[in-house]
C-alpha cells in the first residue's frame, strides 16, 4: 500500500524581491490609470489610479513592518 504523498508546503517563506515588486507593481499601474484618467477626462479612471496608488504604498508598508518585525534584513 502506497502511502500519500505529504504537501510540501513551506513554513517560512522568504519575503524579497517578489514582494516589493507586487506593491510597486500596483503604485506604477496607478500612476497609468490617473495619467490616463487625465488624458481622457474620465474621472472612474483616475480615481481608480489614485486608489491603485494609495494601496501601492499601504502594500510597500506592510510588507517593510513584515520583514522588519521577523528580525530579517531587507535585500
Do not use: C, W, Y
Amino acid at each position: 500500500m502506497q502511502e500519500p504523498e505529504e504537501n510540501e508546503t513551506p513554513v517560512h517563506e522568504e519575503h524579497g524581491l517578489l514582494d516589493k515588486v507586487s506593491g510597486f507593481g500596483q503604485r506604477v499601474i496607478g500612476e497609468i490609470e490617473t495619467i490616463g484618467g487625465a488624458l481622457t477626462g474620465d474621472p472612474n479612471t483616475a480615481a481608480e489610479g489614485e486608489f491603485n496608488l494609495e494601496v501601492g504604498k499601504i502594500r510597500e508598508e506592510l510588507e517593510d513592518e513584515h520583514v522588519g518585525s521577523e528580525g530579517d534584513t531587507p535585500e
